[in-house]
């Protein structure tokens, strides 16, 4: 398998002093042990086993919210006033399906030790799910996005850094910009801000009649070229949409998210009162993603899951760029521990100063600031856009 490496693009509202767009460069990062095919369908298809085995500190909870039930699952408590990592999962999935790889990568699991974690489940979509009953109406994704400050509420987090695929990133998009002051940060993965035009609605309709769900849906989370080359992982996410994931309920998430509206966000700056989303936001997507073209890419339409290693250094930077997470060890420098001035050298030879005090004593980071006053732009934030 051809090792890839990742690009960065670190777009920025702050202000350097003396740098420019124009430095914009190139930075790779090599991937120690890449996930190879077989390895990501065997990987699958026994992660329940290794999440039972590793993780035996989940708790679940089925919480109430003004649009009905959520199923969460979280490990650990709040850490002060760190915030909480919060995820949203794609259609077809759930949180084991779409972040156990992730989740239980090694570097990963270091990064995550230092906040509690939190899964949600879409409505009906967590594995023994009872069937909503007939006429049930599902959620719009805008309720969808309004049932999560129960989740914030019921736990106590005062701010949450969300990561979402898909239609879990949407969702976490729409929750930010209607209630900024809960969000600290987000990963977004493979989001398509974009509605449904009628030619997509009428070729959606059509392929749900001469195609089943699970295959429906694969079409959205592979492109062409990955359904084709990459079988043994397909066949793999073919058997568990179909088999752990309920069909009726699954349906339904699928129609309401082929409803969706435009998120209508636009970059500070760009135009006048611009809606955009007031804290940094890292954006992810595979060179083989069906969401590359919406969204701004050597892994394929998952990333969290062919390219875990990879994902987790870019998310490393972007905590400590918020000032999250000021030592880290890393295998690949034996042992040692990375200060988190490795995020300033990366920022300044780009296009930002990030703020990346430390955070230990479990009080909130201060927010990035300019370095010097600027018409035009809108709210303080960074964007990461990681494609890998």
Request: aromatic share 8%; net charge negative.
């Amino acid at each position: 398998m051809k090792v890839l490496g990742h690009k960065i693009e670190l777009l920025t509202g702050l202000l350097l002093h003396d740098v420019t767009m124009a430095g914009l460069q190139e930075l790779r990062f090599p991937e120690e042990k890449p996930l190879l095919r077989g390895q990501e369908a065997a990987e699958l298809e026994n992660s329940d086993t290794f999440l039972l085995a590793v993780d035996t500190d989940w708790k679940e909870h089925d919480i109430e919210t003004p649009y009905g039930l959520l199923h969460v699952v979280i490990r650990g408590s709040p850490k002060g006033n760190r915030p909480a990592i919060l995820t949203y999962h794609d259609v077809g999935l759930n949180h084991k399906l779409c972040f156990n790889t992730f989740f239980n990568f090694e570097d990963m699991q270091e990064i995550t030790k230092h906040f509690v974690v939190c899964h949600v489940d879409a409505p009906g979509q967590q594995v023994g799910a009872s069937q909503f009953p007939q006429g049930y109406q599902f959620p719009s994704m805008e309720q969808l996005a309004a049932m999560l400050p129960s989740v914030v509420q019921h736990f106590g987090f005062k701010y949450v850094i969300g990561i979402g695929v898909g239609a879990g990133a949407y969702v976490l998009a729409k929750f930010a910009l209607i209630f900024p002051d809960l969000v600290e940060g987000l990963v977004l993965m493979n989001i398509d801000p974009n509605g449904k035009g009628w030619i997509d609605w009428a070729a959606t309709k059509l392929s749900g009649l001469t195609s089943t769900l699970p295959d429906t849906v694969l079409s959205h989370l592979f492109s062409q070229e990955e359904l084709v080359n990459n079988t043994e992982l397909v066949q793999s996410y073919r058997q568990q949409i179909g088999n752990v994931v309920n069909q009726a309920n699954l349906q339904l998430f699928w129609n309401m998210y082929n409803s969706r509206r435009d998120l209508d966000i636009n970059r500070p700056g760009t135009v006048p009162n611009a809606k955009t989303l007031r804290c940094p936001v890292m954006l992810v997507v595979g060179d083989n993603a069906p969401a590359e073209d919406g969204v701004m890419a050597d892994s394929g339409g998952l990333p969290q899951v062919t390219q875990p290693g990879k994902l987790s250094e870019a998310f490393k930077y972007f905590l400590q760029g918020m000032g999250y997470i000021a030592y880290l060890k890393d295998r690949r420098l034996s042992g040692g521990a990375v200060p988190s001035a490795s995020m300033t050298r990366l920022a300044r030879s780009r296009t930002a100063s990030l703020t990346s005090a430390s955070s230990g004593d479990g009080s909130r980071p201060p927010a990035c600031t300019h370095s010097e006053s600027s018409e035009g732009l809108g709210q303080v934030n960074h964007t990461m856009e990681v494609s890998c």
